[in-house]
């Protein structure tokens, strides 16, 4: 008995298929007005499309101004997207948490939404167990005159009060950028 092409196709496509979205990313579309400027910037029409990658936060290694995708913690059937702000150790002034400044707790980040009122981020529901990270942001694929790559930037206005130690140290210690910002401080 032959197997035709299509299912022989089928058998060997779905299984890689699965596996590439599983593991390497897959494109979103992202609605709303939480991420404007940088996300859905036109008010008539706010949808874009980002490529999301499983495969850079596969070890939770995230850095600040990375924007993410995560499971809300207030509902953990909806995946929300965010600016990393602060990461462990970190000291936030928050915008109408209920404390003023919150040292981010070990294994959380801090996530906020670019559109600063206009987001329900983590100055309302706190700092951010890194488990909940499921990919990060790292292009805009849709619209093509929006074709762009997501910088990974904190805005000047929400950089953390004081800096805690990096998550992951590499062979050569802590990530140079947080040496230079240490040394500044």
């Known amino acids: 008995m032959r197997v035709p092409l299509f299912v ?5 496509g779905v299984p890689i298929g699965v596996t590439f979205f599983d593991c390497v990313g897959y494109v979103a579309r992202v609605e709303g007005i939480s991420m404007q400027p940088v996300l859905n910037p036109d008010e008539s029409n706010t ?5 999301l990658s499983r495969w850079a936060v596969r070890n939770l290694d995230v850095a600040r101004g990375d924007v993410i995708s995560l499971i809300s913690p207030k509902d953990p059937n ?14 936030i002034q928050t915008l109408g948490y209920k404390m003023q400044y919150v040292k981010v707790p070990e294994g959380h980040c801090w996530v906020e939404g670019d ?3 206009n987001s329900l981020d983590s100055n309302t529901f706190g700092p951010v167990s890194l488990g909940l990270i499921t ?24 950089q953390p009060i004081s800096l805690g130690k990096s998550i ?3 062979a050569n ?10 040394r500044k401080s």
């Open 115 to 117: 559109h600063t009122g």
């Open 47 to 51: 949808v874009d499309y980002v490529f």
């Open 168 to 170: 992951h140290a590499n």
């Open 173 to 182: 210690g802590p990530h140079p950028g947080l040496q230079a910002q240490e």
């Open 8 to 12: 022989k196709s089928l058998l060997l």
């Open 78 to 91: 909806q995946k929300i997207i965010k600016r990393v702000v602060g990461l462990q150790g970190d000291v």
């Open 135 to 158: 990919a990060q942001a790292t292009q805009i694929v849709w619209p093509p005159n929006r074709w762009q790559r997501l910088k990974s930037q904190v805005p000047q206005t929400r």
